[in-house]
């Protein structure tokens, strides 16, 4: 069992920086995918970034490369979500994810077949 907990969110000016994190209990953290989804007022969840249990392989949505890094402190059994250049479309509620597949696939794995969510952390950007 993995349990997540999101922390991080808030409201923020456009342009500005936030970042997420992601905390796992369970001793198997280490060999999950870790991802972050969002899901938008009136839209459905979608997929946002994704990394590999090692850290060395990282996918992100187009909306968000390049703005957007993941990554993964398997000692703090943490993940990360550092969001800069924030515009107000990326306003959603972000949750954390954990399955045991590849990075890669989480990316298009229905979001029902994906182990563990966490309850989300809200991230608003105002214009």
């Known amino acids: 069992q993995v349990q997540l907990v999101e922390s991080g969110g808030g409201l923020v000016q456009a342009g500005g920086s936030l970042r997420l994190s992601c905390a796992a209990s369970?001793?198997?953290?280490?060999?999950?995918?870790m991802g972050w989804f969002r899901q938008a007022p009136g839209k459905e969840r979608e997929f946002v970034a994704s990394?590999?249990?090692?850290?060395?392989?990282?996918y992100y949505a187009d909306s968000v490369k390049g703005r957007f890094t993941i990554s993964r402190d398997n000692a703090k059994n943490t993940v990360y979500l550092q969001m800069n250049s924030l515009k107000p479309e990326d306003t959603a509620v972000y949750y954390c994810?954990?399955?045991?597949?590849?990075?890669?696939?989480?990316?298009?794995?229905?979001?029902?077949?994906?182990?563990?969510w966490g309850k989300g952390t809200l991230v608003t950007v105002s214009s």
């Open positions: 369970g001793r198997t953290f280490s060999s999950y995918a």
């Open positions: 994810a954990a399955d045991a597949t590849t990075a890669q696939r989480m990316r298009i794995m229905k979001l029902a077949g994906i182990d563990y």
């Open positions: 990394i590999s249990w090692s850290g060395g392989s990282t």
